[in-house]
């Protein structure tokens, strides 16, 4: 299978104060599926990282990724009108910019599994190409 990984799942996985690294930490080992890392889950994480964990803990981080067997991918101008309509169709729920990047680019490449923790966005989202996604772990 395919996934693409969201940003509280992506930084539960460094920071082993967060409510959530034990059960990342735990589902790793099993994960054989090609991983896609969005570049605005990347910025976002990062973000996180140094206001939280400080500077050095985002350089790790970046250097990790470097050796990773993680893919990366790119939001492109034609996915905004898709990210705009996502946007305006939740706002009652206040869905968040990079959470609607990781929906338009499921739906473009026709991933169904996302690596989350945050369950309630990704409950709630209908995607375009399939029923619901599949919400590990």
Do not use: W
């Amino acid at each position: 299978m395919t996934a693409l990984i969201d940003s509280g799942f992506l930084y539960a996985t460094v920071d082993r104060s967060d409510k959530h690294h034990h059960q990342v930490i735990e589902l790793l080992p099993n994960l054989t599926d090609d991983m896609f890392l969005p570049v605005t889950v990347m910025v976002e994480v990062t973000y996180l990282l140094q206001a939280r964990l400080g500077h050095s803990a985002m350089r790790d981080f970046v250097h990790e990724l470097e050796n990773s067997p993680i893919h990366f991918e790119q939001v492109y101008k034609d996915d905004l009108s898709r990210i705009d309509e996502i946007l305006t169709q939740y706002a009652d729920a206040q869905l968040d910019f990079v959470d609607a990047t990781i929906v338009v680019i499921a739906e473009r490449l026709n991933i169904q599994r996302i690596l989350t923790v945050d369950r309630r966005d990704f409950h709630l989202i209908r995607p375009s190409h399939c029923d619901y996604f599949e919400i590990l772990p």
